[in-house]
């Protein structure tokens, strides 16, 4: 009987610990992870890492090339570029993160209302998915843009709206598959409600691709923010944003192609970590790799 | 498969109506007065007033939109440009062509290279070559692709003045426009391809394929890629919409006049109607290009082809 129960220890273990084991195993994930973090940290505290302000100008010292005291150079303007550099991260991060929260909430709501109701609420809710779908999300994000204007809050929204499909998709798709599942039926046979079933057996059971999806979302956000504003259509300058700043530094391309290097290497370096930690966590997650 | 093909494209209709009123009710509400942008501002109330009841501007919303459909859809007629006074078909028209053609070839090279380079990975698993394909395609997916343009005209262009930085004239002009488009299609198409292909290779049926003394390049050429074909497809389809979302950047940057460009000039200039046009034909564009891929799976897969039919 002891024996036993020894044995079944390590089945045990959490959901959480299980897949913190299988993650850690991947070294470039967790790498990818440690770097994500850094720059996580370097948009948080700015303010103490850098002794310049991103927007002074200083004309007398523009266009200097990198040194000690400006590891990046400096702009057109003066402005110390590894500086705006690190504060630009703050706005892809914002709408990384923040178009992904937003889409992920909006999508997994309806793919949940529409898996889970079927019927014409399914039919009426998938086509207008098709509609957004038929447009290519970064023209959608254009067209969104031309509209209420080029700032923060409106290009965030409109990389949310273009991405709500994928979410919608992915979370009807578990909902319709784990609802034929025998223990969701018996919990509705036991008068379970419609709320906690879908919060108690659907959602946790949809978790993993959404996670997976959403990783890779934010890159996608970021490089799409990035490329709408080195067009003129995302965050205006002064505000320093890694694609404004290429935007002019192309300009300067032929006597100072640092000014393009750097920023250009910041969102490669970004969007790099966050693809090696979704590949990690999508191995990570899928229990037909594990063991 | 008639059948089947005439019905998908019916589907197509409530699509396009649907794109149509979402790109014609965002850009009604967008700010700025229609027949000022179009007129100038030094016009008086009078001529503006009248104007605006010959453009149709004063009735209600569905009544403007249902007047808009029936032109796009019956006539084929997506307006007047506010800023050259010429029809937005027209300028659409002028501008498609090199778009058209940066995307075609785009995405033949990302076909091409990426299913070359995918199976190559996939059947040299944990090799050397395998490992080097899959850090050169998470580069390729992680690389800014307007970044990647100017890098590529700073060295190919600038420094060393073997490409142009332009245009998309000659074969000379078209590597480095197609280069930085077909870029992340490339590596995304790898990275399915192998993932596909390995899927495949270890099914039973492959092993007796190479059991009963097939050769190598036979199984994988009989076998492997032709079952592993339907996820890459999709991919392409799919790719196909990226594609000519990423069309404006390399457009921009290469100072190619493409559609993507004609969409980004024209919102500058606040010429809506261009704006308009544009994003519903590029979104249509994409509907048929869905369609065909549709079509493409059931010439593939015939197990397919017989649900689809049936139902």
């Known amino acids: 009987m002891q024996k036993r129960k020894k044995e079944k220890e390590p089945e045990k273990q959490s959901q959480f610990q299980i897949f913190w084991r299988m993650f850690r195993k991947n070294k470039l994930a967790v790498a990818g992870l440690v770097v994500l973090l850094l720059i996580i940290l370097a948009a948080i505290f700015a303010d103490f890492i850098t002794p310049y302000y991103p927007e002074e100008q200083n004309l007398a010292g523009a266009f200097i090339s990198p040194n000690a005291s400006h590891w990046f150079g400096t702009d057109e303007f003066g402005r110390d570029i590894y500086t705006r550099v690190i504060y630009g991260a703050r706005q892809s991060l914002v709408i990384g993160f923040g178009a992904v929260a937003l889409a992920m909430v909006i999508g997994c709501v309806l793919g949940l209302i529409s898996g889970y109701y079927g019927g014409a609420v399914d039919a009426f809710l998938m086509r207008i998915m098709d509609i957004i779908m038929a447009i290519p999300s970064m023209l959608f994000a254009i067209a969104i843009v031309a509209a209420l204007g080029s700032n923060l809050r409106n290009l965030l929204i409109a990389i949310a709206l273009s991405k709500i499909p994928n979410y919608a998709r992915i979370m009807r798709a578990s909902v319709m598959s784990v609802k034929q599942m025998e223990y969701v039926t018996s919990a509705k046979v036991l008068g379970v409600s419609n709320l906690r079933v879908i919060l108690g057996d659907i959602l946790p059971n949809s978790f993993s691709p959404i996670i997976v999806q959403a990783t890779l979302g934010v890159a996608f956000s970021i490089l799409t923010a990035a490329g709408m504003s080195f067009l003129g259509l995302g965050i205006q300058p002064p505000t320093p944003e890694w694609g404004n ?8 391309i032929r006597e100072f192609p640092y000014m393009t290097i750097f920023p250009g290497a910041a969102i490669m370096v970004t969007i790099l970590a966050l693809n090696l930690l979704g590949d990690g966590l999508r191995d990570a997650l899928d229990p037909k790799l594990r063991y | 498969m008639l059948r089947y093909s005439i019905k998908r494209l019916l589907q197509l209709i409530p699509v396009a109506l649907g794109v149509s009123l979402i790109v014609f009710t965002l850009l009604h509400i967008s700010p700025g007065d229609p027949v000022k942008l179009m007129m100038g501002e030094n016009v008086s109330q009078e001529v503006l007033e009248r104007t605006r009841e010959a453009m149709g501007l004063n009735d209600p919303f569905v009544v403007q939109y249902l007047n808009y459909i029936k032109d796009v859809f019956l006539h084929f007629d997506l307006g007047e440009s506010y800023a050259t006074k010429q029809p937005v078909i027209e300028e659409i028209l002028k501008c498609f062509p090199s778009t058209l053609k940066l995307t075609l070839v785009s995405m033949a090279v990302a076909t091409v290279g990426g299913i070359l380079l995918g199976v190559l990975s996939a059947v040299n698993q944990n090799k050397g070559i395998d490992s080097v394909i899959n850090v050169l395609a998470l580069l390729g997916i992680s690389f800014p692709s307007f970044w990647l343009g100017l890098l590529l005209i700073l060295l190919f262009s600038v420094q060393l003045g073997w490409l142009p930085s332009s245009g998309l004239e000659g074969w000379k002009g078209m590597i480095l426009p197609c280069t930085v488009l077909s870029l992340q299609s490339i590596a995304s198409l790898t990275r399915m391809t192998r993932s596909s292909m390995l899927d495949v290779i270890r099914q039973d049926y492959v092993r007796t394929a190479k059991a009963k003394g097939l050769s190598a390049a036979a199984v994988i050429f009989f076998h492997e890629i032709k079952n592993a074909l339907i996820p890459i497809i999709t991919t392409i389809g799919m790719d ?27 919102i500058k200039r606040r010429d809506y109607p261009v704006v308009q046009g544009c994003v519903i034909f590029i979104a249509l564009a994409c509907c048929l290009v869905n369609l065909a891929v549709d079509l493409l799976y059931m010439v593939i897969d015939p197990k397919l082809k017989k649900t689809k039919t049936e139902g």
């Open chain 1, 245 to 252: 700043m290429i935007s002019t530094a192309k300009n300067y």
């Open chain 2, 240 to 266: 196909f919409g990226s594609l000519l979302g990423g069309a404006v950047l390399c457009e921009t940057i290469f100072s190619i006049q493409g559609i993507g460009r004609l969409m980004v000039d024209s």
